[in-house]
């Protein structure tokens, strides 16, 4: 009894100085952060804190790995012992559950606006992620599952892609119970693209050769629409197939969602709005980021807690720098593809007549993209604010919601909140 009270002593003390350790590196973080000089009463610019897996390999531009995806700072915390296999069980043992809240709580002491994960199976420790964090944290692009299906007929179906279609069980489970949607519906279909070519890296933590999986990524997809023509989204389960999501776009005309949109979303919420709103409020990102390799930010011992080492060979670093070099190219081909898509937003507007502020719905300027506006004739305010469409007005908001769609366009919404009574005709 006496050998296990040292034993433990021993271990409160080692533990001990790793807290002091990270306390350390968390003031020096935080000392390099602060603003100084003309800028020093700016707010920071919104970051996304991303709690990794025990799991080392080289991703794509697009992954959730790759800073590169992401147009704002991004800090990483891996958790020592947290597999890819212990993920897609969906069970935590204790120590590593202990390690999950140290990365959350980390990621939220460096400063990150919101916390994802970089697996989509930590889906499953929503609920407790949702306990540790104080900030908003998503484990999954499946958090988007909700406003998608929301904005689709009921009889519109949505594709959702998998890394494994027979391992995705477990958070179609917490959705049902922790986020009232149940994504086992018929009219959500879910495909593995684990017979994918090339596709197979990705469980063996191998490069994905992107140019190799995409058309198979296509063909695939392809299929899936022509059997079932009446999936109107799609939404990339894996944060490995968002590199994908643009070709997705290009050849199916079809919304895609993925962990990058997801973190955009949640990202965007703490962004200074250039178009409207208060000035300079906020420092403008310096569009670098920081560099990071499995094992950074964990001290000695926690780092030879790790089942995958960090491999910091000359060619693994080389490999890297060289996807980098290729993020200018990847990038032009992106803005090629949104310039041929150029996506356009309609509105439905109230018979109602005002000078909109910019930021409103109604002021053009409000938007960096193509806005058309359509007008309900007989639409007042107060017919919205009832709840209640005349039959004469119920036919011209069809008729506006088909007028914007004939002229293209790629999402439609209203100007007057009210409007949400309508949802289900719409």
């Not at 997801?262 to 560099?291: C, N």
């Amino acid at each position: 009894l006496h050998q296990e009270l040292v034993d433990s002593h021993n271990e409160l003390r080692n533990e001990h100085a790793h807290l002091l350790k990270a306390h350390e590196d968390l003031v020096m973080a935080m000392r390099e952060n602060a603003t100084n000089g003309s800028d020093k009463h700016l707010k920071r610019h919104p970051a996304l804190g991303v709690v990794r897996l025990d799991y080392e390999y080289p991703p794509a531009p697009g992954d959730s790995d790759h800073p590169g995806s992401f147009g704002y700072d991004v800090y990483y915390r891996c958790v020592p012992g947290l597999t890819f296999e212990m993920c897609q069980s969906g069970q935590f043992t204790e120590l590593v559950e202990r390690r999950f809240a140290d990365a959350i709580k980390h990621l939220e002491a460096r400063g990150a606006s919101a916390i994802t994960g970089d697996c989509g199976f930590m889906m499953a420790f929503q609920v407790l992620a949702r306990k540790i964090a104080s900030k908003p944290i998503f484990m999954s692009s499946m958090v988007q599952c909700p406003i998608i299906a929301a904005s689709l007929d009921p009889d519109d179906d949505i594709l959702i892609l998998t890394a494994n279609s027979e391992s995705l069980k477990p958070q179609k489970e917490i959705l049902l119970t922790s986020c009232g949607f149940d994504v086992s519906k018929e009219r959500f279909h879910i495909h593995g693209c684990q017979d994918v070519p090339g596709f197979e890296a990705v469980s063996l933590g191998q490069k994905v050769d992107v140019e190799k999986v995409q058309p198979g990524i296509l063909q695939l997809v392809k299929g899936i629409l022509k059997e079932k023509p009446e999936i109107r989204a799609i939404l990339l389960e894996c944060t490995e197939l968002p590199p994908y999501a643009d070709a997705l776009r290009y050849h199916t005309g079809l919304p895609v969602w993925d962990a990058i949109t997801a973190a955009d979303f949640y990202v965007t919420a703490f962004r200074d709005e250039p178009r409207f709103g208060q000035k300079d409020w906020q420092r403008e990102w310096d569009g670098e980021q920081e560099t990071y390799e499995l094992g950074h930010n964990l001290t000695k011992d926690e780092q030879a807690l790790l089942v995958n080492k960090a491999q910091k060979n000359l060619g693994k670093k080389m490999e890297a720098l060289s996807a980098l070099s290729k993020r200018q190219e990847i990038e032009q081909i992106q803005k090629k593809v949104r310039r041929q898509q150029a996506p356009i937003l309609g509105v439905i507007r109230l018979d109602y007549n005002y000078p909109p502020a910019p930021g409103d719905v109604d002021f053009p300027g409000t938007y960096n993209y193509d806005v058309l506006f359509r007008v309900v004739p007989g639409f007042t305010f107060a017919m919205a604010q009832s709840g209640q469409l005349s039959e004469d007005v119920e036919q011209e908001f069809i008729d506006a919601v088909k007028w914007l769609e004939m002229r293209g366009v790629a999402g439609i919404t209203g100007d007057c909140g009210f409007m949400m009574a309508f949802q289900p005709l719409a």
